[in-house]
């Protein structure tokens, strides 16, 4: 089984629509991310969490919000999603020297 | 601002070949470097990694890495390259405490068989 699983691995919604990603993991890690890939942009930070109580932005948390409902799942939010947050997303999780370990990915298109 | 800067976005090689990916970063302090592969349609998966010690560092599949603080470098290399090498590149850096990596804008390899 995976150590990291996203749900859903693809999206399309309208604009305006509120959408939450999903994400578990086994790794039995503190640490949690999200990202979004754009193509020519590499991984940008949007949220991350050390521990259930700690949630902090990353360089683009404008327009979305995190839930970190237990040390295993890691939940992002679009409250009202918009085109341009059509993207690839990505969760992560990392030891304490901060090699990461990424899920598959969910596949996000806001029409 | 810290920032990782991948110097080629998209390479194009001929089977056997040799590969370097360059990878510069800004940061003055002690840093972990990363390198990670992400092949199409897959999420991304470590290559190899820096902490400490031995500055050139061994990787799967054949990949290593040179550390060179003076230069702030963390290249990539491999002698000859396979077409299933084809996939996205991206250099990362964390530093310190944060618990954070910041990533290169990826290096796009293609492979020719």
């Known amino acids: 089984d995976a150590d990291v699983t996203q749900t859903p691995r693809n999206r399309i919604t309208k604009t305006g629509k509120r959408i939450m990603l999903e994400c578990s993991q086994t790794k039995g890690h503190d640490r949690m991310y999200w990202y979004r890939q754009d193509p020519g942009l590499g991984l940008r930070l949007i949220y991350y969490s050390f521990d259930v109580k700690d949630i902090n932005k990353g360089e683009i948390s404008d327009g979305y919000s995190v839930s970190r409902q237990a040390q295993a799942k890691f939940s992002l939010s679009l409250e009202s999603a918009i085109p341009n947050q059509t993207a690839l997303y990505f969760c992560?999780?990392?030891?304490?020297?901060?090699?990461?370990?990424f899920g598959p990915g969910t596949r996000l298109t806001v029409l | 601002a810290q920032s990782v800067s991948q110097h080629n976005h998209h390479v194009i090689l001929s089977e056997a070949a040799s590969l370097e990916l360059g990878c510069n970063y800004s940061?003055?302090?002690?840093?972990?470097l990363f390198w990670y592969v992400q092949y199409p349609g897959q999420h991304l998966q470590l290559l190899l990694k820096y902490f400490s010690g031995d500055p050139l560092v061994k990787g799967i599949k054949g990949f290593e890495a040179e550390f060179i603080k003076s230069k702030f470098s963390f290249n990539l290399r491999k002698p000859s390259v396979q077409w299933s090498d084809t996939a996205e590149y991206f250099c990362?850096?964390?530093?310190?405490?944060?618990?954070?990596?910041?990533f290169g804008q990826g290096t796009t390899l293609q492979v020719k068989p």
């Open positions: 990362a850096v964390g530093s310190g405490n944060t618990g954070k990596l910041i």
């Open positions: 940061y003055g302090g002690t840093v972990n």
């Open positions: 992560a999780t990392s030891d304490p020297v901060n090699e990461q370990f």
